[in-house]
């Protein structure tokens, strides 16, 4: 049996501006962990699974504790989004704020911490970071997945590529929903960019403007025109 789909609380043009947004701070957050917190992702955990696989060969030159780390705290995330989702889905605004609201206060006091040398991302400090990102993204995953929109899990990318691909023109089909699926992997990559020339620079600045954009969802999620009711 297939998983229920919750109706977004806002109409479908704002629903993607929302996800599109939580997409581009998922590139923000996986520059800063794969260029300045040791080669790991944080939010997209497919690389992870294939770094701890290379746990059984020695001398392999990966971090294999940070993607550990990264591992079990998306998993942890994805446990405390499932839970907001389970026990707010009666008020799916209240849900979505609550959730998100969650993600920004956790991105907040990681920049915090690590913008005032709290947390070191050149020692251990940096797996605090790790996990932190990794909870509030696998939080953000676990409620994006809920609308079923395939191409806007927000922080993954596989299918949206294959999608591309399989329904092209050039595959015999119709090119359907093409604009959004491009329109998704340039929006992780405009944020991959942004993330990665920022991150240069100092780190913090990065989380905090990861908060900013998922804060801005948060508001659309929140406040943004309900879908006009079908006749």
């Known amino acids: 049996m297939g998983r229920n789909v919750t109706a977004s609380p806002v109409s479908e043009k704002f629903t993607t501006a929302a996800l599109l947004l939580m997409t581009f701070a998922t590139g923000l957050v996986d520059a800063v962990s794969v260029l300045a917190l040791g080669h790991v992702f944080v939010a997209n955990m497919t690389g992870n699974v294939i770094f701890l696989g290379f746990w059984f060969v020695p001398h392999s030159g990966v971090d294999l504790t940070a993607a550990v780390v990264a591992f079990l705290g998306f998993l942890i995330g994805t ?38 040398g709290v947390l070191d991302y050149q020692d251990n400090g940096k797996l605090v970071l790790i996990a932190g ?20 899990s927000t922080t993954v990318l596989t299918q949206t590529i294959v999608g591309i691909g399989v329904d092209s023109r050039l595959a015999g089909g119709t090119g359907d929903r093409e604009k959004l699926r491009y329109g998704v992997v340039f929006t992780m990559l405009a944020g991959a960019a942004v993330g990665a020339t920022m991150t240069l620079v100092a780190v913090a600045p990065v989380i905090t403007l990861a908060a900013v954009v998922v804060g801005a969802a948060l508001l659309i999620f929140r406040y943004g025109p309900a879908a006009p009711a079908r006749g």
């Open 79 to 116: 446990v405390i989004g499932g839970r907001f989702t389970r026990h707010l889905d009666h008020d799916v605004r209240l849900w979505l704020t609550v959730a998100l609201g969650t993600e920004v206060v956790l991105l907040l006091v990681l920049s915090i911490l690590a913008g005032t």
């Open 133 to 152: 990102l990794a909870v509030a993204f696998g939080n953000q995953n676990a409620a994006a997945r809920q609308f079923g929109v395939q191409e806007l």
